[in-house]
């Protein structure tokens, strides 16, 4: 059995901005520890696979970004998007990339910017997930038990059928749904069969290209167009023409919602998509007044707050639930509640033509 894994690192962080930059996204930021997220994502692969099994798909604008930070990975394993889609587009690139190499391999999926504290268990149920990849045609996800209603996140229903690999429940899965309201998310927490989507897949990649081609019909025949020129100096030219010409379409919504023979493999992993400045409260030691502080801060009757200073001096006086993060050109203050919405100021931003701040 071969293991192959393929890790997102198109998107551009942009509830992290005003640190998530353009050219510098949240992938490439150290959030968490001392090394960047797309880091510490191949650093826990790397306990399971080889370098020479990870790829990554990216846009072009961060090639480079990813040969600086991950220099032991090949050229050759670093895949270009052209235009960007979504990840059903992305994955169905990858799975004939790979499949070309690897014939016969599983394929992990996952997101480069998510947190991971208990890496040793989440390798333990990534080699359970390959398992039952090999064993039929069954599609794989990581499900993460949830610890509170959240509303930000879609879920994954199971049902009592299940098997077992080594120390691991895998569960049928029922259906994928939506982000919640509060109320059907508490629910969700209370039913105990409900975990959070993490965006995390297992599949063979020649049983995720035979669902490509039965649910995605239109994408299939423009891969096949793409493998049939791998053969040929002009491979990246036909990838490059055929490529935008690809559903803009996720991969959740593609196929795993339409898919029957799915398991889910329920996690507790310190787990944290790490998707808005509020994270940082999840993910690092707060403050006996419940602050997540970083870099020259000053607080007095502070409480409850996220504050960022790149080195100068951040006073603070009397203040509640607040995000403050300062870089070299810019000064974010918003409400935590607020945090989700960040990706207005960005709007706003463009339509300024500000862009020099984006």
Same mark, same amino acid.
């Given at each position: 059995?071969?293991?192959?894994?393929?890790?997102?690192?198109?998107?551009?962080?942009?509830?992290?901005?005003?640190?998530?930059?353009?050219?510098?996204?949240? !992938?490439?930021?150290?959030?968490?520890?001392?090394?960047?997220?797309?880091?510490?994502?191949?650093?826990?692969? !790397?306990?399971?696979?080889?370098?020479?099994?990870?790829?990554?798909?990216?846009?072009?604008?961060?090639?480079?970004?990813?040969?600086?930070?991950?220099?032991?990975?090949?050229?050759?394993?670093?895949?270009?998007?052209?235009?960007?889609?979504?990840?059903?587009?992305?994955?169905?690139?990858?799975?004939?990339?790979?499949?070309?190499?690897?014939?016969?391999?599983?394929?992990?999926?996952?997101?480069?910017?998510?947190?991971?504290?208990?890496?040793?268990?989440?390798?333990?149920?990534?080699?359970?997930?390959?398992?039952?990849?090999?064993?039929?045609?069954?599609?794989?996800?990581?499900?993460?038990?949830?610890?509170?209603?959240?509303?930000?996140?879609?879920?994954?229903?199971?049902?009592?059928?299940?098997?077992?690999?080594?120390?691991?429940?895998?569960?049928?899965?029922?259906?994928?749904?939506?982000?919640?309201?509060?109320?059907?998310?508490?629910?969700?927490?209370?039913?105990?069969?409900?975990?959070?989507?993490?965006?995390?897949?297992?599949?063979?990649?020649?049983?995720?290209?035979?669902?490509?081609?039965?649910?995605?019909?239109?994408?299939?025949?423009?891969?096949?167009?793409?493998?049939?020129?791998?053969?040929?100096?002009?491979?990246?030219?036909?990838?490059?023409?055929?490529?935008?010409?690809?559903?803009?379409?996720?991969?959740?919504?593609?196929?795993?919602?339409?898919?029957?023979?799915?398991?889910?493999?329920?996690?507790?992993?310190?787990?944290?998509?790490?998707?808005?400045?509020?994270?940082?409260?999840?993910?690092?030691?707060?403050?006996?007044?419940?602050?997540?502080?970083?870099?020259?801060?000053?607080?007095?009757?502070?409480?409850? /707050?996220?504050?960022?200073?790149?080195?100068?001096?951040?006073?603070?006086?009397?203040?509640?639930?607040?995000?403050?993060?300062?870089?070299?050109?810019?000064?974010?203050? /918003?409400?935590?509640?607020?945090?989700?919405?960040?990706?207005?100021?960005?709007?706003?931003?463009?339509?300024?033509?500000?862009?020099?701040?984006?």
């Amino acid at each position: 059995m071969v293991t192959t894994c393929l890790i997102l690192a198109g998107g551009k962080g942009e509830r992290f901005w005003p640190k998530s930059r353009t050219n510098l996204p949240k !992938q490439f930021l150290n959030i968490s520890g001392n090394k960047s997220m797309i880091q510490q994502t191949v650093d826990r692969l !790397q306990k399971f696979i080889p370098i020479e099994q990870i790829f990554i798909i990216t846009n072009e604008s961060y090639a480079e970004l990813i040969k600086a930070q991950i220099p032991d990975l090949s050229n050759d394993n670093i895949i270009i998007e052209p235009v960007g889609r979504n990840t059903a587009p992305c994955v169905g690139l990858a799975s004939i990339i790979i499949e070309e190499r690897y014939p016969d391999s599983s394929m992990i999926v996952l997101p480069s910017d998510h947190i991971i504290k208990n890496k040793d268990e989440f390798i333990s149920i990534l080699k359970a997930a390959v398992e039952i990849s090999y064993r039929g045609d069954s599609l794989v996800t990581l499900g993460i038990t949830p610890t509170y209603p959240e509303t930000g996140y879609g879920y994954i229903e199971s049902t009592n059928q299940q098997i077992e690999v080594g120390n691991h429940a895998a569960y049928k899965v029922n259906k994928f749904v939506e982000k919640p309201d509060e109320i059907t998310a508490k629910s969700y927490v209370e039913a105990g069969n409900f975990y959070w989507n993490s965006g995390i897949f297992v599949w063979r990649v020649s049983v995720i290209r035979n669902y490509i081609r039965e649910l995605m019909p239109q994408m299939h025949d423009l891969l096949e167009t793409m493998k049939l020129s791998f053969e040929n100096a002009f491979k990246n030219e036909v990838i490059k023409s055929e490529f935008p010409k690809m559903p803009d379409q996720s991969i959740d919504y593609g196929i795993m919602e339409k898919v029957k023979d799915i398991y889910v493999i329920p996690c507790v992993l310190g787990w944290d998509d790490a998707g808005s400045w509020t994270a940082l409260e999840r993910i690092n030691d707060l403050d006996e007044h419940g602050n997540a502080i970083n870099g020259n801060i000053l607080s007095i009757d502070t409480k409850r /707050c996220i504050i960022e200073s790149n080195g100068k001096l951040i006073a603070t006086l009397g203040v509640e639930d607040l995000i403050i993060v300062e870089t070299d050109d810019v000064t974010l203050i /918003c409400k935590k509640d607020k945090a989700q919405e960040v990706k207005s100021l960005i709007k706003e931003l463009k339509v300024q033509k500000l862009e020099q701040y984006l």
